[in-house]
């Protein structure tokens, strides 16, 4: 999730899981986010176990949650 803050664009796995549900940035866009950022603070919560599932996603449900 950080990115486009960092980078100034999605990660390609990310814009090829979601596609054009994301919201596509200009160059001057992506040129003003990239380092924009003066603090960054992360709050750790909860740590969840996850693992592949091999058979994947339904197409049908996939969603922003689902990618």
Known sequence: YLNPL???DYPEVMKKNAGSRLPSFSRTQSAL???SFD???INHYETITVSND?????EEIRDYMGD
């Open 33 to 35: 986010m990239k380092g």
């Open 39 to 41: 603090f960054i603070g």
């Open 6 to 8: 960092v980078f100034g």
């Open 54 to 58: 091999h058979e994947g996603v339904t």
